[in-house]
């Protein structure tokens, strides 16, 4: 079975523009997860949905972030603008109900 | 809030050797989970612990959990080299939704 499969795996790109990290997850699977990790802060849940629906964004940052999932094989993640301190990993993961998360390999993101 | 705590944050120890990782959690918990991350991949699920007294072995690792005092433990026999890795705890939201918080990692390096 294919993994959690994100997309780009490294971004570069200057401080103002507009960022799209996409995720697609394991087939079947109905919640899905957005994470930042950075040195700093560690490993932060942004947002998870369930059924295409978003159950808790409080960990979105600021308004500069969004995401959304508009059918069940396919999420984006959105910074707009973007900033320095914006730089970092993001991972999306996918389960069923209690089940462990499965993670995808991440994008680097850096920002300039 | 609930909060996970992990101890050591860096560990450092020699093949052969046993060693205990730590994680404290601040409020009741229907679920632990021990993921592991390579530098610079994904998280790995290792272990869920679902009940007081749940013991998990796989390998050279075992994981505990005691509920009554919010901790659980990853228990580490005879250390081999390719056990170097960051290994993280996360534990569910009260209520038993999915959302997850993890603890800030023990990175592991086993020095032959």
């Known amino acids: 079975d294919a993994g959690v499969i994100q997309s780009p795996r490294h971004e570069v790109t200057e401080m103002g523009q507009e960022v799209t990290l996409r995720c697609k997850p394991i087939?079947?699977?109905?919640?899905l997860f957005w994470y930042r990790q950075t040195m700093m802060r560690g490993l932060e849940l942004l947002i998870y949905?369930?059924?295409?629906?978003?159950?808790?964004d409080s960990g979105m940052p600021e308004d500069r972030f969004s995401a959304k999932m508009p059918n069940a094989s396919f999420s984006t993640l959105k910074i707009q603008p973007s900033e320095p301190r914006d730089s970092a990993v993001y991972f999306c993961?996918?389960?069923?109900?209690?089940?462990?998360?499965?993670f995808g390999d991440g994008t680097r993101l850096s920002i300039l | 809030e609930l909060k996970v705590e992990q101890n050591p944050l860096f560990l450092s120890m020699q093949e052969g050797k046993n060693y205990t990782i730590y994680c404290n959690y601040s409020?009741?918990?229907?679920?632990l989970y021990w993921y592991r991350q390579d530098p610079g991949k994904s998280l790995e699920s290792l272990f869920v612990?679902?009940?007081?007294?749940a013991v998990k072995q796989e390998g050279r690792l075992m994981a505990s959990l005691d509920t009554k005092a919010r901790l659980s433990t990853l228990h580490i026999t005879a250390a081999v080299h390719d056990l170097s890795a960051t290994y993280f705890c996360?534990?569910?939201?009260?209520?038993?939704?999915?959302?997850?918080?993890f603890g800030t990692g023990t990175r592991l390096t086993i020095i032959p």
């Open positions: 993961a996918s389960s069923l109900v209690y089940q462990p998360q499965h």
């Open positions: 087939s079947g699977h109905d919640y």
């Open positions: 949905f369930n059924n295409n629906v978003p159950i808790d």
């Open positions: 409020t009741t918990s229907d679920r």
């Open positions: 612990l679902l009940s007081n007294g």
């Open positions: 996360a534990v569910d939201s009260p209520g038993g939704n999915e959302k997850l918080t």
